[in-house]
């Protein structure tokens, strides 16, 4: 049971390339997220999904968009790459429960030059 | 709109406790959350809390919350080198979201 997964783990980009980082969870849980932890800022959510086929936009959405078209999946795409971007990016899974523990993966460090 | 505010650094000796605050804005969230992030790793859930409590205990933690004020605290008696971390409070704002504080970075000295 790997729990939440995340590749790559690091990648530099160049302003205006574009990429797409990819997060699996083997448990079966119908919501997932996506947030970029920025020094003394915490964690801030880009977009999240309630289940298959479905996306939300969360507090800081723009730059990004994410595709969950399978129930294990989460995708993040950068379409045109800015230093602003530059972050620690992490995804995160919950089940549909009472309490909504989410569940996080080890993290993608974007650099963007 | 909602908040989460937290100190960003606490410095204690080992053996000590140590106590990480955490103020909130939205009376209607129905948990609160301890994170724990080691460094390079992601956050792991410590504990929770039901908006209808005033304490939990589990084993060397403790938290506290006060509705009355919007204050949430963890506890953490007998610091041991291996708390050292940053610690987020996290909010729930319905259908799963979380809106997490700054984080407090928590050193523990020998």
């Known amino acids: 049971n790997a729990g939440v997964t995340q590749t790559p783990k690091f990648r530099v980009l160049k302003t205006g390339q574009s990429m797409t980082l990819l997060c699996a969870q083997d448990?079966?849980?119908?919501?997932m997220y996506w947030y970029r932890q920025d020094p003394g800022m915490g964690l801030r959510l880009i977009h999240y999904?309630?289940?298959?086929?479905?996306?939300a936009k969360g507090e800081v959405p723009d730059g990004y968009n994410v595709s969950r078209l399978k129930k294990q999946n989460f995708l993040l795409g950068l379409e045109s790459a800015a230093p602003s971007q530059t972050s620690v990016y992490f995804c995160?899974?919950?089940?549909?429960?009472?309490?909504?523990?989410?569940?996080f993966g080890p993290g993608t460090r974007l650099t963007v030059t | 709109g909602e908040d989460v505010e937290q100190s960003l650094f606490l410095s204690v000796r080992e053996g000590d406790s140590s106590v990480i605050n955490c103020t909130y804005t939205?009376?209607?969230?129905?948990?609160l959350y301890w994170y724990k992030q080691e460094p390079g790793a992601g956050l792991q859930l410590l504990t929770y809390?039901?908006?209808?409590?005033d304490m939990k205990q589990d084993q060397r933690l403790t938290v506290l919350l006060n509705k009355k004020d919007k204050h949430l605290s963890l506890r953490i008696a007998d610091t041991q080198t291996g708390d050292s971390a940053i610690y987020f409070c996290?909010?729930?704002?319905?259908?799963?979201?979380?809106?997490f504080g700054q984080g407090t970075e928590l050193s523990v000295k020998p």
């Open positions: 995160a899974s919950s089940d549909r429960g009472q309490t909504y523990e989410q569940y």
């Open positions: 448990m079966n849980h119908e919501y």
């Open positions: 999904s309630v289940g298959e086929g479905t996306t």
């Open positions: 939205d009376s209607s969230s129905t948990y």
């Open positions: 809390i039901f908006s209808n409590m």
């Open positions: 996290a909010e729930s704002m319905g259908g799963g979201k979380l809106i």
